[in-house]
């Protein structure tokens, strides 16, 4: 990756804003890190003050000690600037808009992410397609991916330009070669993509590139204080999976916390999902992104009051209705979790997301996608099934009536 003063355009400053593109990319993904980890220990979830719900929130200093304790950062001090730097970029807010700086105190923020006011600007677009784009090379069944060779120099995970325009429209993530095309030159000048040594615009040919940005890199906290390192090693952890932490005692507070709903409060960024075929949650979200562990769940048990089977759903006069819904993915994904076995059912549904606009609701058995009955298959096979699909899904489900 060059670090010159002109960038692959040639134009000189094309590396300084090269670099301040990447900078951007390097910071919403860190931040969607957090954001998941948060969601995963109960950091953020609905809050009670003054009467008031705020769903989906953090208290600013219990956050500041979980930082701490996780080792996040050195000091409270510390802890607030890493914490500012999410809130300059627009990635948390408080939920009032009341306090343009973050503080240590009882005060309550929010991810952006989860109320639906993050900006989507031209570059935070680009950012969050070529992070959904890179997951989904990355899945075991895309090879579009591999170590190739250029001018004697070896490169990982590269890709030949015209394949990757053929692969695009095979995908449903362009209707035509053109839009490929046009698609992957807003991604070289955004600073996603580039010719493996920098030196060559992107053409319809055997061009040689790769992603500038190893979106799956497990991100610390602390890189957001720092200028990023040129060079810096690989790792195959999925920003999207963050490990298992032991749960810490929460300091009194108060705010007093809301029991979660049955819907699923988190939102994933930019990726089409986190799963490959044998996944194991079934949470449509578009992202940043594909990787091969499964995202967080909030709550992992079923929402049924019992099981149901495709011979009930079935059978004259049952007490189920059918509906159709046209899902069309967005920079954050479908917003949905198909969970369960022979009929699978909805799980939960982000309600700022796709799905939920669409009109999809938890507890609805899915009975069909794209035209394929699935009642008989579980819900691995139907996770595959959607992955696999076009951004625009068409799904059939079966929803008990009101009594």
Not at 364 to 377: A, D, R, T
């Amino acid at each position: 990756m060059e670090q010159g003063s002109s960038g692959s355009d040639g134009h000189p400053g094309g590396g300084a804003r090269q670099r301040e593109l990447e900078r951007t990319a390097e910071v919403l993904v860190t931040g969607e890190q957090l954001r998941l980890r948060l969601h995963e220990e109960k950091v953020i979830k609905d809050r009670r003050h003054h009467l008031k719900t705020y769903p989906n929130c953090f208290v600013a200093k219990e956050l500041v000690d979980w930082l701490l304790a996780h080792k996040e950062a050195s000091d409270r001090e510390t802890a607030v600037r890493l914490m500012q730097k999410l809130a300059d970029r627009g990635i948390i807010h408080h939920v009032c808009d009341e306090h343009k700086e973050f503080k240590d105190a009882k005060l309550l923020y929010r991810f952006r992410k989860d109320d639906g006011t993050f900006p989507l600007d031209g570059e935070v677009k680009a950012c969050v397609r070529g992070q959904r784009l890179y997951e989904k090379l990355m899945s075991p069944d895309c090879a579009l991916l591999q170590p190739r060779e250029e001018d004697g120099v070896r490169y990982e995970r590269t890709f030949v330009a015209s394949e990757l325009l053929d692969w695009l429209v095979q995908e449903g993530e362009a209707t035509t070669r053109p839009e490929a095309e046009q698609l992957c030159r807003r991604l070289v000048e955004q600073g996603i993509v580039q010719h493996v040594s920098g030196k060559r615009p992107f053409t319809d040919s055997n061009l040689l590139c790769q992603f500038r940005t190893n979106f799956r890199r497990r991100r610390r906290l602390m890189e957001l204080l720092s200028e990023p390192t040129p060079g810096a090693p690989d790792t195959h952890d999925s920003p999207f999976c963050p490990r298992r932490q032991s749960h810490d005692a929460r300091k009194a507070t108060s705010f007093v916390s809301v029991s979660p709903s049955k819907e699923i409060k988190v939102a994933s960024v930019g990726r089409r999902s986190s799963l490959s075929s044998g996944g194991s949650s079934g949470y449509f979200s578009s992202s940043p992104t594909l990787g091969s562990s499964p995202p967080v769940l909030c709550n992992p048990k079923s929402v049924l009051k019992r099981p149901v089977t495709s011979e009930e759903l079935l059978s004259p006069g049952a007490p189920y209705a059918r509906k159709t819904f046209t899902i069309v993915g967005d920079a954050v994904g479908w917003g949905f979790v198909v969970r369960g076995s022979k009929p699978c059912h909805i799980q939960a549904v982000d309600p700022s997301g796709p799905a939920a606009a669409a009109g999809m609701k938890v507890c609805q058995f899915v009975v069909s996608v794209n035209g394929l009955n699935v009642l008989h298959v579980d819900y691995r096979t139907v996770s595959h099934l959607i992955l696999t699909g076009p951004r625009t899904i068409v799904m059939e489900v079966m929803e008990e009536l009101e009594s």
